[in-house]
């Protein structure tokens, strides 16, 4: 999927997240997403990050969130990114 998020309310990319995380647990099958929004990161094991054609970043999500400079070339975060599975968005 590109960019499933774009153009959601924080409610509507929350739920969309829990829906994708669903589909991998009840039917076992991998998502391919091309996503900016970090939240969305929750939902994958695993993260490949590729620029001009050639991989930033290929590794696990816990690792991913540590690596500043990847979060920060790529998604423009300047904090390590942050698990949000169990937060709520501030308007639901």
Do not use: C, W
């Not at 540590?66 to 920060?72: F, K, N, V």
């Amino acid at each position: 999927m590109d960019e499933p998020s774009s153009g959601l309310s924080p409610l509507l990319v929350h739920e969309m997240v829990e829906m994708l995380r669903r589909v991998r647990d009840q039917y076992f099958v991998s998502i391919l997403l091309a996503e900016q929004n970090s939240t969305v990161l929750d939902v994958a094991p695993h993260i490949v990050v590729l620029a001009g054609g050639h991989k930033g970043f290929d590794g696990p999500l816990d690792e991913f969130r540590s690596r500043t400079d990847i979060a920060a070339q790529f998604f423009g975060l300047t904090a390590p990114v942050e698990d949000s599975s169990d937060e709520r968005p501030a308007n639901g």
